[in-house]
């Protein structure tokens, strides 16, 4: 495995003024590096800053102190413009919500994040082969209303990796499925992650850490690495 870091978190605290006198850090000097071809799980509760770690490492909220880098690239350092481009280039995302827009097909929801890159150059085919791979080819012109679950889900995945991205942020990805689709689920990931993407999953499920490289609990704002069996 490489030992390039893909994304470091530098002393970040992230701070919410609620008013003049209440202060609440959902994330306390954190300091955390994810390397190239990891796949690492955290689990939490709810409200034990874990949404707001993704939330900083996608740049879409800035840190109150510290550094998030990815690729070596402080967010800080870039205009909100360069962000969202960087956004789009090297990161995926599966949602802890549906998130598949119920007008476009399949195949259409897959490729709706290359609008915003400027790559629909070949996305089609992109998407196709990930369908196949996802083992969803016969469902490529379907509406997501008659997918099950299941299927909901992978395709989720499969439109977080139509753009090739680097790193892929999961909030929950099994969140709603029964233990066998769930199991289906994290094994595609972890063959997903043996071909080179990185990945940063959070949730409350600690089954899910059987699947991590590496493995760790949120409390308070702050992570403790635990065992994993991989």
Not at 29 to 34: A, E, G, R, T, V
Not at 93 to 100: D, G, I
Not at 153 to 174: F, G, M
């Amino acid at each position: 495995m490489s030992t390039t870091s893909i994304l470091t978190f530098e002393n970040v605290t992230k701070e919410y003024h609620l008013d003049e006198e209440n202060v609440i850090a959902p994330v306390r000097d954190l300091s955390f590096d994810i390397h190239s071809g990891e796949l690492i799980v955290i689990i939490g509760r709810s409200g034990t800053g874990k949404t707001t770690m993704l939330n900083l490492a996608a740049g879409l909220v800035r840190p109150t102190a510290g550094r998030v880098l990815i690729n070596g690239r402080d967010l800080s350092g870039l205009s909100d413009k360069e962000v969202s481009a960087l956004r789009s280039h090297q990161l995926g995302f599966v949602f802890q919500f549906p998130s598949l827009l119920p007008p476009l097909t399949v195949i259409d929801n897959i490729m709706f994040p290359t609008t915003f890159v400027g790559d629909g150059h070949n996305a089609r085919d992109r998407a196709l082969q990930i369908l196949e791979n996802l083992g969803l080819s016969d469902k490529a012109d379907v509406f997501p209303k008659q997918l099950s679950a299941g299927e909901q889900k992978r395709v989720v995945i499969a439109r977080s990796l139509i753009n090739e991205p680097a790193l892929i942020l999961a909030d929950e990805p099994t969140s709603d499925l029964d233990s066998k689709t769930e199991t289906e689920v994290m094994t595609i990931l972890r063959d997903i992650n043996a071909t080179g993407v990185t990945f940063l999953i959070v949730t409350h499920n600690l089954e899910l850490v059987e699947f991590a490289s590496r493995a760790f609990e949120m409390e308070h704002g702050v992570l403790k690495q635990i065992q994993s069996d991989r």
